[in-house]
């Protein structure tokens, strides 16, 4: 994770938060009053988010004392101390709340992400996210997956070429499309097709592309239409794809599956910050 960009993205997140300052904490506690934060798993899970803890701590108090005892990507039962945070009662009240929005998210997607990797253990097909994240969180969420087992499909527009059914009817076929896009684009970013039926599979492998996702396609047709693809041309499945029929597109022998819900519908996993005050 870029420590330099999550500080910016923090420090952003607490003027929205704190604005020009803490009135209840600022009101009743004096500046010299200390206390210890302890953050709490309520629910079992994958925990997300250390850094997160610490840099959030540290851009609101750099006195403030972090201790993180939970590695990102271990399982957490109810109950446990995930860390600690000592320091002026005023700084951990203002810190607590955006941190504990954050963890909770990525440890949510990091949890769902670990599931659905357990569910097709063994076929040999990787799970990766989508470009379907929370605006200004997508290096949060996308650590998260990494964290439950998961991989990144491409961070944004910039990193990689995409064709799409729009793309496609401009061009006039999947093949001006790709033979456009080649000419212009570096030797070092790769070009992904979306295909809905063998004729357009056909026409993609005829055009060399690196990655072809077979979108909205059943299992069966995955599996049937597989043996066409050459070793060389990575296979991704996306769309339709549910709790119930995961296993059986990972079994239709595609490389990859794509799942937007991962990051888009993801429900925080409860944690609780309890704040004892030194007297």
Same mark, same amino acid.
């Given at each position: 994770m870029n420590t330099i960009k999550l500080r910016s993205m923090l420090e952003q997140f607490y003027l929205e938060?704190?604005?020009?300052?803490?009135?209840?904490? @600022?009101?009743?506690f004096p500046e010299t009053v200390v206390g210890e934060l302890t953050i709490l798993a309520k629910v079992g899970g994958i925990f997300c988010g250390s850094k997160v803890i610490e840099e959030g701590m540290h851009v609101v108090d750099r006195q403030t004392v972090v201790n993180c005892f939970v590695e990102d990507g271990s399982p957490i039962e109810k109950g446990d101390?995930?860390?600690?945070?000592?320091?002026?009662?005023q700084s951990l009240l203002k810190s607590e709340r955006v941190i504990l929005n954050l963890i909770q998210r990525m440890s949510a997607i990091a949890t769902e992400t670990r599931r659905v990797v357990e569910m097709i253990e063994g076929t040999g097909t990787k799970v990766c996210d989508t470009r379907k994240t929370m605006p200004g969180l997508r290096?949060?969420?996308?650590?998260?997956?990494?964290?439950?087992?998961?991989?990144?499909?491409?961070?944004?527009?910039?990193?990689?070429?995409?064709?799409?059914?729009?793309?496609?009817?401009?061009?006039?076929?999947?093949?001006?499309?790709? @033979?456009?896009?080649?000419v212009k684009l570096g030797h070092t970013v790769k070009i992904e097709v979306e295909i809905e039926s063998v004729e357009q599979l056909q026409e993609a492998v005829a055009a060399k592309v690196d990655i072809i996702m077979f979108d909205n396609c059943t299992p069966d047709m995955i599996a049937s239409w597989k043996g066409i693809v050459p070793d060389t041309i990575i296979t991704e499945a996306s769309g339709m794809i549910t709790q119930d029929?995961?296993?059986?597109?990972? @079994?239709?022998?595609v490389d990859y599956i794509s799942l937007g819900y991962l990051t888009h519908s993801v429900k925080a996993l409860d944690m609780s910050a309890i704040v004892a005050i030194n007297k």
């Open positions: 938060d704190i604005g020009d300052g803490d009135l209840s904490s @600022e009101l009743l101390v995930i860390a600690t945070a000592k320091g002026s009662v290096m949060l969420d996308k650590y998260a997956v990494r964290m439950g087992g998961g991989f990144n499909h491409r961070n944004g527009l910039f990193d990689a070429v995409m064709l799409k059914d729009n793309h496609l009817a401009f061009a006039g076929s999947l093949t001006q499309a790709v @033979e456009t896009v080649k029929t995961i296993r059986a597109y990972a @079994e239709s022998g």
